[in-house]
């Protein structure tokens, strides 16, 4: 079986940067460790790192 990627979705944020999840404040600030295609790994204060969907979630860079 062949595995299809969408390689067309590039997402907008950098290692680096800090941003807020829109739908989870409680998380609170997180700081972005990695951003491929769509995939986007952040390390949030109080929910740690968790990978997320950038065509799904917009985060709010800070």
Do not use: C, Y
Not at 17 to 38: N, T, Y
């Amino acid at each position: 079986m062949e595995r299809v990627t969408d390689d067309t979705f590039h997402s907008f944020l950098e290692p680096g940067q800090w941003v807020r999840h829109p739908d989870h404040p409680e998380w609170g600030d997180g700081q972005v460790q990695s951003a491929i295609s769509h995939r986007v790994t952040v390390n949030f204060l109080h929910m740690g790192k968790v990978v997320l969907d950038a065509r799904v979630v917009t985060l709010t860079v800070i």
